[in-house]
């Protein structure tokens, strides 16, 4: 069945420093690919998403692209600051096309 | 404007024990997701709603899962005689229209506990 495999935290970055979390799936069709934060104390939000191939989403500094050939979604910031500490979680919409798929989730600390 | 709205916020309760949680969607929002997530677990996807359609309910873990929505308003997840492995935090999200493009809205969930 479909599924999303995200690098496992924590990762612990320095302010300013280049942040890079790798999301990879599997699926059939083509699913439309978000991802999803949660900030310390807060709901999940949606960060960005992308619905077809070679599409960019992005938001608040982070980019992510839908990568077909790799089948990847990697989300990315150049310059990380420590409000960005949360948790990410990289989604997509299945094969029944509705639910999200979500993989476990990366933790990211940053410190000044 | 308001967001998704769940409570009890957080709720403990006895092993065997039935337990009722409820969703207040966005205004407007058709379609409803119920999710689960366990402690360092992703969230699974329990049962969803749109509109007045029969609901998708392929993630129920169990039939001591169910759910109901009355039209395109409040929803209740109910789990009948709780087990330990219950224990998690049930997410509910509405987006304005059901589909694989639409972002779902989150509410900050409830936390449940078996004791």
């Known amino acids: 069945g479909d599924s999303v495999t995200q690098m496992e935290g924590p990762v612990t970055l320095s302010e300013e420093a280049f942040l890079t979390i790798n999301c990879t799936y599997t699926?059939?069709?083509?699913?439309?690919l978000f991802w999803y934060v949660q900030y310390p104390g807060e709901g999940l939000q949606l960060l960005l998403k992308?619905?077809?191939?070679?599409d960019k989403g992005s938001n608040k500094g982070f980019e992510a692209t839908y990568r077909k050939e790799t089948t990847s979604f990697h989300l990315e910031k150049g310059s990380v600051q420590v409000s960005d500490s949360a948790v990410y979680f990289c989604?997509?919409?299945?094969?029944?096309?509705?639910?999200?798929?979500f993989g476990k989730g990366t933790t990211l600390s940053v410190s000044s | 404007g308001a967001g998704v709205s769940q409570s009890p916020s957080n709720k403990v309760t006895e092993k065997g024990k039935d337990v009722e949680l409820r969703c207040d969607p966005i205004?407007?929002?058709?379609?409803l997701y119920w999710y689960r997530q366990r402690l360092g677990q992703g969230l699974e996807f329990l049962i969803y709603?749109?509109?007045?359609?029969?609901?998708?309910k392929s993630g129920l873990p169990s039939d001591r899962f169910s759910a109901e929505r009355t039209g395109e308003s409040v929803s209740t997840l109910t789990i009948q005689r709780t087990q330990q492995e219950d224990s998690a935090v049930y997410l509910c999200?509405?987006?304005?229209?059901?589909?694989?493009?639409?972002?779902?809205?989150f509410g900050d969930g409830t936390r449940l506990s078996i004791l």
């Open positions: 999200a509405s987006s304005p229209l059901g589909g694989a493009h639409q972002p779902q809205h």
């Open positions: 989604a997509l919409t299945g094969q029944a096309g509705t639910a999200l798929i």
């Open positions: 205004s407007g929002h058709t379609a």
């Open positions: 699926a059939t069709g083509y699913p439309s």
């Open positions: 992308a619905t077809k191939a070679d």
């Open positions: 709603f749109q509109g007045n359609s029969a609901p998708d």
